[in-house]
């Protein structure tokens, strides 16, 4: 190298760096099973969580996991315009949630694990310039003063000539300048970006292969994209070789928007004397809408933004479940004959993936998912996790919820545990206000047009005589036979059916059916018209606030 390529280079990047070879034995290869997978998710800090980002991160966290390997967190903020402040965390917060450990990378707090970081790009300057430096000092990189006027000259330049664009060939106005530019240019105090010498031919065809998209003949890349930025910091295409290689990732995973890059990326460890790890892209997961699919979009979706989510009240165990269910078809069949085995006893495999991919979502589904879930749950996991949703979303309920806890678990256990068929009305927990309330008495509401209603369906019968009948002969001990037998009695006193047949044998002789008469006790009661077994919400009510309520009458 001559001594004024040399004090250019030296210009560029004054500080000491670290050498390739020290970084290579800084960031050995890593001592694993042959089989085992190392992947990793590599958001950008750029705002809310994308429910899509949690179902790669899943993927690639159940591939690495039941292959013996690891998964990585690695935060990709090297676009400093796009950040936004605390959202790194809120991803690592995120995975957390959900239980989808990363091995290395760093916490909800930032305090990082793992020998193979930092893992946040803006604090791995120094490595990347190692790499930069080695390339511009073997030519396969140079620095670009190109100012934006320049750049869109050469656009319109481009257009005009019916051209591709870009910045490549002989239309890469520094591929070709002269050591001396370089330095003038310095001289002035511009700030150069560092550009790849793309060594590709866009009129070569390579053959690319991706473990979902399968094989594909793309053009080779001849663009000299943008390495490093005039901030320092590298571009994605870049940062992610350096950091997949040194962090030696075996399985790249991500967003099928990058496929179109894959030759590019190939190129760049190529030139970079590296083994490309395998990919995998993703198609996105999609929605219907008027009858088309179309990508589930955080702009038009609240249901894309992981928080909706946490908000509503799903169990964080049902997203994932959900999740599988769209990774992998055979999933749902798996979970019916192991019910209740630990989802990750079940093997995801890609090539599922690959038939699922670009899977729909229903958001229906995941209800049904969610709502056998927490069928199968105790009311005391039920109520603690009920009350840790409300302390967050519903100050009110919570309060109610907590003063009593007994009562609060009681309620939930209403045809809850030991019963064949477990009540399957809680999807999420922001339908807990709806289906419980009416046991606080400070939420229980009843209005006198359905209490007037109910007494019009008696068909004459005297309110107050019927329900003080029933409660002459009520015994909070009896279990829902005894109690319906009992109030049938009551009712059969004051002219009703104990039975629809025979009520319908001769109506004339009733004025309706013990059931209607029900009607009544159960208005009064919760100011519904729907309820569980009103024998088992009395039970829970207590004699008290049965007593205080049917007073109304
Ligand atoms: N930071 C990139 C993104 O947010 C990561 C893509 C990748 O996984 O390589 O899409």
Known sequence: MNTDKHNLINRLFPNPLPTPEELEKRYPRRNLPEKAMVTRV??????????????????SERLAHQSDGLFILRIEDTDKKREIAGTADLFAATLERYNIIADEGPDKSGHEIGEYGPYKQSERAAIYHSYIKHLLESDKAYPCFATPEELEELRARQEAMGERSGYYGHFALWREKSVADAISALDQGLKPVIRLKSPGNFQTKIMVDDLLIGRREMPENDQDIIIMKADGLPTYHFAHAVDDYLMRTTHVIRGNEWFPSLPLHLQLFAVLGWTPPAYAHLAPIQKMEDGKKRKLSKRKDPEANIEYYRQAGYLEEAIIEYLLNLANSNFEDWRRANPVADYREFILTLKKLANSNGPLFDLA?????????????????????????????????????????DYTEAIFNIERSGVPKPRKDIGRFEEVRQEISYFFDDLFTLSDEDLRSAIADLNGAEPKALVADFMAIYDEKDGPEEWFEKFKEAAAKHGFAKSPNEYKSDPEKHRGQAGTAAKLLRILLTGRTQTPNLCYVMKVMGKERVKRRLERI
């Open 42 to 59: 590599a958001p950008s800090p750029t705002g809310s969580v994308h429910f899509g980002s949690i179902y790669a991160s899943l993927i």
């Open 365 to 405: 589904k995941l209800n049904d998912i969610s709502k056998d879930i927490i069928s199968r749950l105790d009311a005391k996991t039920v109520a603690e996790r009920a009350l840790a949703w409300a302390k967050e979303y519903d100050e009110e309920l919570y309060e109610l919820m907590n003063k009593d806890r």
